[in-house]
C-alpha cells in the first residue's frame, strides 16, 4: 500500500517485469492509499488503449462506388503513415487474385499487370507524395464490378473498393424518370398562361 504523490511504475515493473521498457505513473491526491492492484489496473488500461490504436491502425476501410458500363471511375486508396516513398510498396487487386497495378517504391510497375486492365487502369504519380494510391478504370464493363483492394506495405493499411456497375439505358430510364417527377408538363404551363390571360 502506497500512500501520496507519484508511483513510479518504472521500478514496480522492473522489479517484477525487467522487459518492460516504458514508464507509467499513476498521480493521486496525498493521504490517499494507492494498491498494487490499482497500479495494476492503470497498466492494463494503458496496454489496452495501446492495443486499440493499433488495430484501428490496421483496419480495412471499405466504400462502395458505382459507375456506368463504358465509363471511368475513380478508386481511391491514401495512406496515413509516413514511410518513405522509397520503402513503400502499393498493390491493387480485383477480386482477390487480379493484378490491377502496382507501385514499388514510387514507380509503376506493371510487368505482372493482368492482360484485362492494360491501357485501362491509370494513377497520378504527382500524387504519390502526397501518400494518394488511387487509381482510375477506364472503358468499363460488366467483368470489372466486384472487390477491389488496395494494399499498402510496410504499414499494412488495407483499403476495399466495391464496384457496382449499371447499364447506360438504366441510367437514362432513372434519369428521365425524375425529370418527368420533378418537372411540370408543357401543358401545365400552357394552362397557367391561359388562367393569366383570362
Avoid at 500512500?3 to 522492473?14: A, K, N, R, V
Avoid at 458500363?69 to 482477390?96: F, M, P, Y
Avoid at 514499388?104 to 497520378?124: P, V
Amino acid at each position: 500500500m502506497v500512500s501520496g504523490g507519484t508511483f513510479p511504475y518504472s521500478s514496480f515493473s522492473q522489479k517484477n517485469n525487467p522487459q518492460l521498457a516504458f514508464t507509467l505513473s499513476c498521480t493521486f491526491t496525498e493521504g490517499t492509499p494507492l494498491s498494487y492492484s490499482y497500479i495494476f489496473y492503470c497498466f492494463c488500461s494503458c496496454s489496452f488503449i495501446c492495443v486499440i490504436a493499433a488495430l484501428l491502425n490496421k483496419v480495412s476501410l471499405q466504400v462502395t462506388v458505382e459507375a456506368v458500363i463504358g465509363g471511368s471511375v475513380l478508386l481511391t486508396c491514401t495512406s496515413a503513415a509516413r514511410h518513405k516513398l522509397q520503402d513503400t510498396e502499393v498493390h491493387w487487386r480485383h477480386n482477390g487474385s487480379r493484378i490491377v497495378f502496382d507501385i514499388i517504391k514510387g514507380e509503376d510497375s506493371l510487368e505482372k499487370q493482368h492482360q484485362w486492365y492494360k491501357n485501362r487502369a491509370e494513377t497520378f504519380p504527382e500524387e504519390y507524395m502526397r501518400r494518394n494510391f488511387s487509381i482510375k478504370l477506364n472503358d468499363l464493363s460488366h467483368a470489372d464490378a466486384g472487390k477491389y483492394i488496395c494494399y499498402i506495405k510496410p504499414s499494412d493499411e488495407q483499403e476495399t473498393v466495391k464496384l457496382i456497375l449499371k447499364d447506360r439505358e438504366n441510367e437514362k430510364e432513372e434519369y428521365a424518370g425524375a425529370v418527368s417527377v420533378g418537372t411540370p408538363s408543357h401543358c401545365v404551363y400552357i394552362a397557367l398562361f391561359t388562367v393569366l390571360i383570362a
